[in-house]
């Protein structure tokens, strides 16, 4: 029976990750301590909804909380750091410090450790989230004891509901680009200093002129969709975040660690 622990202070656990190709030991300390931390926890890198969803929600979203006083947001899972470490950089999870519970320590010290043998998984993380001030659990949300892999309430909206219920999370961009092209370069710098998430899609591997025609009724790149609205070019872009900008989240420094 899995069983909240708010109230109680984080497990004291070392976790040994990887930091310009050298071993670095990080403590429960170092996370919490002094600090307003939202942070979840999932079964593994490179899983479906975990890749799909969960950690890029957080990642997507980590301004948002920050613009709210959090000071960091960040991911535990039962893998080690290598495999953490790729998985941040093919998430491109910069906003996000994912830390690797390789023997699973904090999380059997959280009381999630569960069994998923039957998956040739091993021990690993039940799905939830948490909002931990100064080292001790304010807030927890765990996924129901349910067959399979449940994903209801430990997501980053939910999270954020919760922290901030009046905040409104930024609106998804898409840019379509071209390798080379600097007007896609302004556009994605603009994006970056205002503190949106955009996904990039760049013209090749199957991505033509004519794709890139149908979809937007233009050839030329860049072509922004913000909130699945076509915004244009990069002039366009600079026009609608003038407009936009009581309403955007000021840009943060992202940070990584794993």
């Known amino acids: 029976m899995l069983s909240s622990h708010e109230g109680q202070r984080v497990p004291d656990v070392t976790f040994k990750t990887r930091r310009d190709d050298t ?6 300390a170092d ?3 002094g600090k307003n931390v939202v942070a979840f926890s999932l079964p593994g890198a490179y899983t479906p909804t975990c890749s799909s969803t969960h950690l890029p929600r957080f990642n997507a979203l980590a301004n948002t909380f920050k613009a ?3 000071d960091d947001v960040v991911c535990f899972a039962v893998n080690d750091a290598f495999v953490m470490n790729e998985w941040g950089k093919a998430q491109e999870a910069g906003n996000v410090t994912l830390i690797p519970d390789g023997n699973g320590d904090f999380t059997e010290g959280m009381g999630m450790l569960v069994d998923k043998r039957d998956l040739g998984f ?3 993380s039940w799905r939830y989230s948490m909002l931990v ?3 001790v659990v304010e807030k927890m949300f765990i996924e129901p004891e349910k067959e399979g892999d449940p994903f209801e309430v430990s997501d980053a909206d939910t999270m954020l509901k919760y922290i901030a219920p009046e905040a409104k999370a930024p609106e998804a961009a898409t840019l379509f680009t071209k390798p080379g092209c ?5 556009a994605k710098a603009m994006l970056d200093e ?8 760049s013209l090749g591997h199957g991505i033509t002129t004519s794709t890139l025609q149908a979809v937007a009724g233009a050839g030329t790149t860049p072509q922004v969709f913000i909130g699945g609205k076509k915004i244009g070019g990069s002039e366009d872009l600079q026009a609608w975040l003038k407009e936009a900008q009581p309403k955007v989240e000021p840009a943060l420094p992202r940070q990584f660690l794993s």
């Open 23 to 28: 071993w670095a030991d990080v403590k429960s």
């Open 68 to 70: 709210h006083g959090i």
């Open 182 to 186: 600097p007007f896609c370069a302004k």
């Open 31 to 33: 996370l919490f301590a």
């Open 133 to 135: 001030r100064d080292g």
């Open 194 to 201: 205002a503190g949106m998430p955009y996904e990039e899609i």
């Open 122 to 124: 091993g021990k690993r």
